[in-house]
Structures are given as C-alpha cells and as structure tokens.
C-alpha cells in the first residue's frame, strides 16, 4: 500500500517526534493539579492506640420482659420497650467502642456481630421482641453466645453486659460453664437484675458478675435501669472518637515542591539557550 502527500515537508520525521519540552510541561502541569487536590495521609498507628473495647449486650427477650409496670411515668408501657429505650441512649456514648448484641430466652443467637455501625445495631434493636428466642431464659447460652461474638473482634479489653428479669431455666450450657470460659478469655461480665429481688436471681448474677472482676446491679425500674446504665458509662467509658485521632498529613508540598523544580529549571534552560 503506497500514500501520496502533496506537501512531504509536513509530514517530516521531525514532526512526529515528541521532544522533551513538551513532555515535561505536561509533567509539570500534572504535578500542579496533584497539589491542588490536597493529597492527605492519616497517621493510623495512632488510630489502633484509642480502638475502644469489644462489648455485647445479652439481652433477655423471654416472656416476662413482655410485662408493664416497669414505669411509674408509662405504666402501661411493656418492660421491654423501657429496656430498649435505655439501651438506645447508653449506645449514643459508646463512641469509639465495638458494639455487638445477642439475644437470648430459651436459646440465644446473635443479632448482630459487634460493629462499629451503632446507627444499624440500633435499626437491629428495634427489629427484636419480647419472645423472638423462646419463652424461657438460658443465661449459659446468652453468655456463651456473647463469648463467640467476641472471638471476632481484635480490641484488648472485652465486656459483656447481660440484662435480665428471670432465672436460668433453659439452654444447653450451664452457666458455670460460660462463665469459667469468660475467665480463661479474661472477658467481664456486668450483670443487671430486672424487677424485685424475687424476680431474678440475685445470687446468680452477683457470683457472675463477681467471678469476672465486673459488677452485679438490680434496677427494680426504669429510673433505675437508668442510673445503672449511667455508672456502666464510668465504669466503662469509652474513648472519645475525634478528628485530632485520625492525625492527618497534608501532601500537597511533595508534587508542588517537584512541578516548582521542575519550572524553576525549564525556564533556566530556555533562558541560556
């Protein structure tokens, strides 16, 4: 195949070479529109530092938590909603922590694997009822579920807190069983005893609560469920997520600094030449 060109001295080899001026002032200009994107790097060592702690909420669901009068305000409101309400608000301080949650009556399972999604686990929270796991209350299977939850996660410190109004009457797992594996893992666990002393068993959460280096509380009602949740937050604070932890590093100076050299010696060249 052959081509003819009227004017050969336009289709010069020398017209489709590319010289290195104009490569370099593309080069350079690439490096201008670097910097202005404002390139950042986080510091993210500093970042594991304040990672929080892995904590699951065992939450009894059987069919006593169905009952009112948990309220002097909302008397007719079902003790289980009171209890869902209280936890919604403790999650909001919960700023830096991994939160999962389990549910449990006469066996348990894991709503939700701990996370730091806080705004899903409480759609999750509101997705449970009194009743969902069965009527009865297996504490060992609600414990040993919370004990697998945390398998998964990578924070030092783990905690568990376990919210009931009955007695262990159901499961597979003792809770002696769950518990001496809780002290193997060095996990803690918070117990809380809903209603009168006669409601749930108090020497049961209190040797819990005590074989882990943790706390036992009883909350006859909702105020108090409120305070016992208030002292989990001293108790247990969690840090405080902020964006001074995420540590940013400006990196616009690095492509700025090059495209200036880079200029500063074309114009030098063009200059002399």
Request: aromatic share 10%; hydrophobic share 45%; proline share 4%.
């Given at each position: 195949?052959?081509?003819?060109?009227p004017?050969?001295?336009?289709?010069?080899?020398?017209?489709?070479?590319?010289?290195?001026?104009?490569?370099?002032?593309?080069?350079?200009?690439?490096l201008?529109?670097?910097?202005?994107?404002?390139?950042?790097t986080?510091?993210?060592?500093a970042?594991r530092e304040?990672?929080?702690r892995?904590?699951?909420l065992?939450?009894?669901?059987?069919?006593?938590?169905?009952?009112?009068?948990?309220?002097?305000?909302?008397?007719?409101?079902?003790?289980?909603?009171?209890?869902?309400?209280?936890?919604?608000?403790?999650?909001?301080?919960?700023?830096?922590?991994?939160?999962?949650?389990?549910?449990?009556?006469?066996?348990?399972?894991?709503?939700?694997?701990?996370?730091?999604?806080l705004?899903?686990?409480?759609?999750?929270?509101?997705?449970?009822?009194?009743?969902?796991?069965?009527?009865s209350?297996?504490?060992?299977?609600?414990?040993?579920?919370?004990?697998?939850?945390?398998?998964?996660g990578?924070a030092?410190?783990?905690?568990?807190?376990?919210?009931t109004?009955?007695?262990?009457?159901?499961?597979?797992?003792?809770?002696k069983?769950?518990?001496?594996?809780?002290?193997k893992?060095?996990?803690?666990?918070?117990?809380?005893?809903?209603?009168?002393?006669?409601?749930?068993?108090?020497?049961?959460?209190?040797?819990?609560?005590?074989?882990?280096?943790?706390k036992?509380?009883?909350?006859?009602?909702?105020?108090?469920?409120?305070?016992?949740?208030?002292?989990?937050?001293?108790?247990?604070?969690?840090?405080?997520?902020?964006?001074a932890m995420?540590?940013p590093?400006?990196?616009?100076?690095?492509?700025l600094?090059?495209?200036?050299?880079m200029?500063?010696?074309?114009?030098?060249f063009?200059?002399?030449?």
């Open positions: 195949m052959r081509f003819y060109f004017k050969v001295e336009r289709v010069s080899p020398s017209t489709f070479s590319l010289g290195w001026q104009p490569l370099l002032n593309a080069v350079i200009f690439s201008f529109v670097a910097a202005l994107a404002g390139p950042l986080y510091d993210r060592l970042s304040r990672s929080g892995d904590l699951v065992v939450l009894d669901t059987s069919g006593s938590m169905a009952e009112s009068g948990f309220s002097k305000e909302r008397p007719d409101t079902r003790k289980y909603d009171l209890v869902l309400a209280i936890v919604e608000r403790f999650l909001q301080n919960r700023h830096d922590d991994n939160v999962g949650l389990v549910i449990f009556g006469s066996f348990a399972y894991a709503a939700s694997p701990v996370t730091y999604d705004q899903a686990l409480k759609e999750i929270l509101k997705m449970t009822d009194v009743g969902v796991a069965g009527q209350t297996a504490i060992g299977e609600g414990i040993d579920q919370a004990l697998r939850s945390l398998h998964f990578h030092k410190e783990k905690v568990i807190v376990l919210i109004d009955g007695y262990q009457n159901a499961g597979s797992v003792s809770v069983q769950a518990v001496e594996q809780a002290k893992e060095g996990v803690k666990i918070y117990t809380i005893g809903l209603g009168t002393p006669k409601d749930f068993d108090a020497k049961l959460l209190r040797r819990i609560a005590d074989e882990t280096g943790a036992m509380f009883a909350a006859k009602d909702a105020s108090q469920l409120q305070e016992v949740f208030d002292e989990l937050d001293t108790l247990e604070p969690s840090p405080i997520r902020s964006k995420l540590n590093r400006p990196l616009y100076w690095v492509p600094l090059a495209a200036m050299v200029l500063i010696g074309l114009l030098a063009r200059r002399g030449a």
